[in-house]
């Protein structure tokens, strides 16, 4: 049999509200590497999910998904939590 090449990951950002979950990816995905600031009405409600590959021409990409982290959302997110991914843990 043939065997599939999977270049597509799971990107899991977490960690309490405010911490710069929603500020990192966005300046990952900038061409300048920055992010402009975000405001209290920008926070992430629920989930978050983007595409985003690091390298032009390269086939590897990231399903980024930025959880919010005010405590109200923390009962959900047991659910979207996989083993086959990449967690990235966020705080000041």
């Not at 999977?6 to 900038?30: D, H, Q």
Request: overall charge positive; proline content about 2%.
């Amino acid at each position: 049999t043939e065997m599939l090449k999977n270049f597509r990951m799971k990107l899991m950002l977490v960690g309490l509200g405010e911490a710069g979950k929603t500020s990192l990816i966005r300046a990952l995905m900038s061409q300048s590497d920055r992010c402009g600031k975000i405001g209290r009405d920008d926070r992430t409600v629920g989930i978050d999910i983007a595409r985003w590959q690091p390298m032009a021409g390269n086939p590897l990409e990231f399903s980024a998904w930025d959880f919010a982290g005010q405590r109200i959302y923390y009962i959900t997110h047991q659910f979207f939590l996989t083993q086959r991914a990449v967690y990235l843990l966020v705080w000041r």
